[in-house]
């Protein structure tokens, strides 16, 4: 072996040595923190702090909790086991923007572990749960026609306008810069990497969800790939037959299902009263998916949205059915604004043929009176009666 040969091969092993001795340094100690569980926690928060943390107030987690019906114990491997409880509460910690080392300090177990046990609960959600969220599925009786006639109503209570049971619309989430497919999610009206949701809003305060779709999807390409208006013309009647419209912006046109507002500067006063009333309702509509990312801070922030590292779109997804979860406990902005009840969790949760009954924790929780005489928005009836 030649001088430059062995000198090369010292070097290397000199890197090498070097490398080992740097990864010695950056690895983390195994925590040394006693494993904390929910039945430990709880009782040392009160319900602001409990739900500035987690989301929920200790009687709503209890509630849903009790609706998600998770195996207990929760085994997301051979040696991580934890109660359905303590798996629960690491999600809604998780989605409410800590960090899996802030999970470490706060439960006591190693950032690997809290890794699997967030994901294992996150899987459960969405496979059991995530039907709740298409408006198509065949799996929930949520879309009934009495139901349809009860949203009718109160659109027609709120605007005067007769026939509409929801409306539609297209979100943007933003997600960091992908690896790979970047020209496919990049939004180029926005300008910024996202994947797009198709929604629908219904008057008592529930989201429906499809997607996600590429970033640089239209809202109309949208409702074409999901086959919602063939839904719809079948599916989206009363108890007389009479069709159940959507309401939606310009760019989804007018179609069986979907109706826009008129187009062009030659529309008479009442086909202007009609854009005016159903654009602020579209406007009230619009905070709902708003509110499930003011729910939870994990989904303001794009650099946690990193979709070579997490599933970014099953998180928006779950997130979204843990929001309607609570809206049928206690109502929203928009169930109280269009005095619409949700239905009960136990309706929202129940299976389409299993109707299963069961005690809520706490049976004051829903004692909300989102209904009640006291929410009715006077004047916004008043303004739309003068414009009609």
């Known amino acids: 072996m030649s001088d430059s040969d062995s ?19 950056v690895r ?143 979100t943007v989430r933003p997600i960091a810069m992908p690896d790979k497919g970047e020209k496919f999610t990049y939004n180029g009206h926005k300008r910024l990497h996202a994947l797009k949701w198709q929604f629908i809003s219904t008057p008592d305060g529930l989201i429906f969800l499809n997607g996600p779709y590429d970033g640089n999807r239209h809202n109309a390409r949208m409702v074409i790939e999901s086959l919602l208006v063939q839904w719809a013309e079948v599916n989206a009647k009363g108890e007389d037959g009479e069709q159940r419209y959507l309401y939606g912006d310009q760019a989804y046109g007018t179609s069986a299902a979907i109706i826009s507002p008129f187009r062009g500067n030659l529309i008479d006063s009442r086909q202007e009263a009609f854009n005016r009333i159903m654009s602020k309702y579209q406007t009230t509509v619009e905070w709902s998916i708003g509110m499930v990312s003011m729910q939870w801070r994990r989904l303001r922030d794009k650099q946690w949205q990193r979709t070579g590292l997490i599933q970014v779109g099953k998180d928006f997804a779950v997130s979204t059915i843990l929001w309607n979860a609570r809206t049928c406990l206690v109502g929203n902005q928009i169930s109280i604004s269009m005095g619409c009840n949700p239905p009960t969790i136990e309706e929202y949760f129940a299976g389409l043929r299993v109707q299963q009954r069961f005690v809520l924790p706490d049976p004051t929780i829903l004692d909300s009176g989102i209904n009640s005489e006291t929410h009715t928005n006077s004047s916004d009836e008043a303004e739309i009666e003068e414009g009609l």
């Open 28 to 170: 983390r100690p195994p925590t040394k923190l006693r494993p904390q569980t929910y039945a430990q926690i709880s009782p040392l928060l009160d319900n602001v702090h409990f739900k500035s943390m987690f989301g929920f107030t200790i009687s709503e987690f209890e509630s849903i909790h009790l609706a998600l019906r998770l195996p207990d114990p929760v085994r997301a491997s051979n040696n991580n086991v934890v109660d359905s409880k303590t798996g629960l509460l690491m999600l809604l910690a998780w989605l409410r923007g800590a960090l899996l080392r802030t999970l470490e300090g706060q439960f006591g177990w190693g950032t690997a572990r809290t890794s699997m046990i967030v994901s294992y609960i996150c899987d459960r959600v969405y496979l059991c749960w995530g039907h709740l969220l298409d408006v198509m599925s065949v799996r929930h009786h949520m879309m009934n026609p009495r139901r349809l006639d009860y949203y009718a109503a109160a659109i027609k209570r709120k605007t005067k306008m007769p026939g509409f049971w929801g409306a539609i619309d297209g």
């Open 7 to 25: 000198s090369r091969s010292s070097a290397e092993e000199q890197r090498h040595r070097l490398h080992i001795a740097l990864l010695g340094l």
